[in-house]
């Protein structure tokens, strides 16, 4: 497992940006899967965006077009660039990692951060 930090949550107005940052310690970053999940009050966590090992990019439907996840392996840092926000992006934003070649199922991940906080005002 490796130890995740994420930063770069606040309060921003709808169709603002923010750019969230997830900086692992503990093991070579550079072999695991990243994923990003949020949790919206009174609602399950749920996908955003995981970015592989292998470069491979997969988004949810809802941010498809707004949202851009990327790794800067020699930083051991993953980025969601969050763009054109809207209300219903509030929520915890999680990052997730784990060994290998995952796809976008929370299980699959075995190492989590303790989440920020992105609020979007209308």
């Known amino acids: 497992q490796v130890q995740l930090v994420e930063s770069g949550g606040g309060l921003v107005q709808a169709g603002g940006s923010l750019r969230l940052s997830c900086v692992a310690s503990?093991?070579?970053?550079?072999?695991?899967?990243v994923g990003w999940f949020r949790q919206a009050p009174g609602k399950e966590r749920e996908f955003v965006a995981r970015?592989?090992?292998?470069?491979?990019?997969y988004y949810a439907d809802s941010v498809k077009g707004r949202f851009t996840i990327s790794r800067d392996n020699g930083k051991n840092t993953v980025y969601l660039q969050m763009n054109s926000l809207k209300p219903e992006d509030t929520a915890v934003y999680y990052c997730?990692?784990?060994?290998?070649?995952?796809?976008?199922?929370?299980?699959?991940?075995?190492?989590w951060g303790l989440g920020t906080q992105v609020t979007v005002s209308s």
């Open positions: 997730a990692a784990a060994l290998g070649n995952l796809g976008n199922t929370q299980s699959e991940f075995d190492s």
């Open positions: 503990g093991r070579t970053f550079s072999s695991y899967t």
């Open positions: 970015i592989r090992y292998s470069g491979n990019l």
